[in-house]
């Protein structure tokens, strides 16, 4: 069953009270669904930031994109989990991911991990929010039940199983991450397969998660072409075909961009699409013309 569009924007520019409070009802009139926050150092700080994303605005939705589950001792990681959502009238999703700023962890003091032992950390916390945020005798309790929805994010084998796992929601990056300031983004063959690898990890599921992927451009544009030529932090050989193609990147008219989304959510099942703050504006007609679908 084809899953009706959701739309959200991960806030990443810290702000003080009254600007984050502004930024937040715009983002609601824009018709964004959801109000996501980020987990990094020397950005806001995630449960205070959704608070107040809530009570600033009536309909979306508020949630982490993502979480670091090495910060999170996960015991009092579902306090705070269920305390936010019962501020939030049940609002709440909560992202989670496995860390990859090594900087950060040592600014934090924090032992940064092997890829394995961080992935490791993350199925953790994942299996404790599941038990811990699904025991009614939990104090103080969440208002959604059994818990509120997780998102987890990624690419590999690894992570697809724990997706497959404990996901309501499953992030697909669609990246390889940065290397010396280019995106290694996965083209559309590259992202088939994972995604059927995904779905051969999920094939147990009696209720598919919903999936999701962070799109780091979007230009409106009437040379579609023209600006697959000059996308930013690209590796150069990528071909045209490729660049036109690439489910992170969005770019070309209104009607050109929600048709992508549309053979995106046909092809690997996307219908969660998150953009950054930086392009809230610029996406909002591609919202509204795709609302409802």
């Known amino acids: 069953m084809t899953r009706p569009f959701r739309f959200g924007v991960n806030m990443?520019?810290?702000?003080g009270g009254a600007q984050w409070r502004d930024r937040c009802r715009r983002a609601e009139l824009l018709g964004y669904d959801v109000i996501l926050v980020p987990d990094h150092l020397g950005?806001?700080?995630?449960?205070?930031?959704?608070?107040?994303?809530?009570?600033?605005t009536e309909r979306p939705r508020i949630g982490t994109f993502v979480l670091n589950a090495g910060f999170w001792n996960p015991a009092l990681l579902a306090r705070d989990v269920a305390t936010t959502d019962a501020l939030t009238g049940g609002r709440l999703e909560i992202g989670l991911g496995a860390g990859y700023a090594q900087a950060e962890h040592e600014r934090a003091r924090i032992e940064f991990l092997p890829p394995g032992g961080r992935i490791d950390v993350l199925r953790q916390t994942a299996r404790e929010l599941d038990r811990l945020l699904s025991d009614p005798a939990h104090t103080p309790p969440a208002v959604q039940r059994p818990r509120p929805p997780l998102l987890i994010g990624g690419n590999g084998d690894r992570l697809l199983r724990l997706m497959a796992e404990h996901a309501d929601i499953a992030a697909f990056t669609a990246t390889a991450g940065y290397e010396k300031g280019i995106l290694n983004a996965l083209t559309p063959a590259q992202l088939d397969e994972r995604v059927a690898a995904y779905e051969r990890f999920a094939a147990h599921r009696t209720t598919p998660a919903e999936?999701?992927?962070?799109?780091h451009h979007v230009e409106v544009t009437d040379d579609r072409r023209a600006a697959a030529d000059r996308l930013p932090k690209i590796h150069p050989e990528m071909s045209q075909e490729d660049r036109l193609?690439?489910?992170?990147?969005?770019?070309?008219?209104?009607?050109?961009?929600?048709?992508q989304l549309r053979e995106q959510r046909e092809r690997f099942g996307l219908s969660y699409i998150v953009v950054l703050d930086n392009a809230m504006d610029t996406f909002a007609p591609v919202i509204e013309e795709l609302t409802g679908t």
């Not at 193609?245 to 048709?259: H, R």
């Open 12 to 15: 990443l520019k810290p702000a």
């Open 43 to 56: 950005m806001v700080s995630p449960f205070p930031a959704m608070t107040a994303a809530a009570d600033a």
């Open 211 to 215: 999936r999701n992927v962070l799109v």
């Open 245 to 259: 193609t690439l489910p992170v990147m969005l770019f070309g008219t209104v009607k050109q961009i929600a048709e």
